[in-house]
């Protein structure tokens, strides 16, 4: 089956560094052609969730903010010395994600 859609790349969010893209298509293209779309929409935005966050760091929701960047820094530094750039890529991703809502919540600004 052909599948047509026009892509058109919309920037980059800055908080996720996620490339964020518009996907428009043919409404009337059957039913695998949309799931298809939705499951490439779905990949092309692979953004951390909270959860998966906090299972990266290691920390609950009732963990104080000071405990989470002890956390951040104590992976950071162990995956920059003997680890992988991927694993430290996560926790940083985790981190940022930890970050946005900690600051969303209107508590003090982390740092």
């Not at 996620?18 to 039913?31: M, R, T």
């Not at 929701?61 to 991927?86: H, M, P, V």
Request: aromatic letters at 6%; charged letters at 25%.
């Amino acid at each position: 089956m052909l599948l047509e859609a026009d892509w058109q790349c919309s920037g980059v969010d800055s908080l996720s560094g996620c490339v964020l893209v518009n996907l428009k298509y043919d409404a009337s293209k059957s039913g695998v052609a949309q799931e298809t779309i939705q499951n490439t929409i779905r990949r092309g935005s692979k953004v951390m969730t909270e959860q998966e966050a906090r299972q990266i760091l290691g920390v609950t929701e009732q963990t104080s903010w000071e405990e989470i960047i002890q956390k951040y820094d104590g992976l950071f530094e162990r995956n920059a010395k003997n680890g992988s750039f991927y694993l430290q890529s996560k926790v940083h991703r985790a981190k940022e994600c930890l970050e946005a809502v900690h600051q969303g919540k209107g508590e003090d600004n982390p740092s």
